[in-house]
């Protein structure tokens, strides 16, 4: 399985990013699919949940600001941000549930005041 997240960058706060995690060589449509993020100093958590049956769930800090979505017929997994905080600053990465788990490389998403 390979996933291939992209789609950070640097905006300033208020702004929007969409990420993306392509994914290759797994029954997409079967798994659960995940967003975690990393920030410096900081253990790395879950953001955003998708199951097979698109069912979600976020995070508390990230409710209503964030939305997981995919695509089954691109094998993507999207995660749409929108009033982006600095605290949002982080490396994200995309995850899929499927056996032990797989990790996407991670991509970075800077919020400036």
């Known amino acids: 399985v390979q996933l291939q997240a992209s789609g950070g960058g640097s905006v300033q706060a208020g702004g929007s990013l969409r990420l993306s995690c392509a994914a290759s060589g797994s029954a997409f449509s079967s798994n659960h699919m995940g967003w975690y993020r990393q920030a410096p100093g900081k253990q790395r958590e879950l953001v955003a949940f998708?199951?097979?049956?698109?069912?979600?769930n976020y995070a508390d800090s990230v409710k209503g600001r964030f939305t997981i979505s995919r695509d089954n017929t691109k094998n993507t997994v999207y995660l749409q941000m929108s009033s982006l905080q600095p605290e949002d600053t982080a490396i994200y990465y995309c995850k899929d549930f499927s056996g032990l788990g797989f990790w996407g490389q991670g991509t970075l998403v800077t919020v400036s005041s």
């Open positions: 998708i199951a097979r049956t698109g069912d979600t």
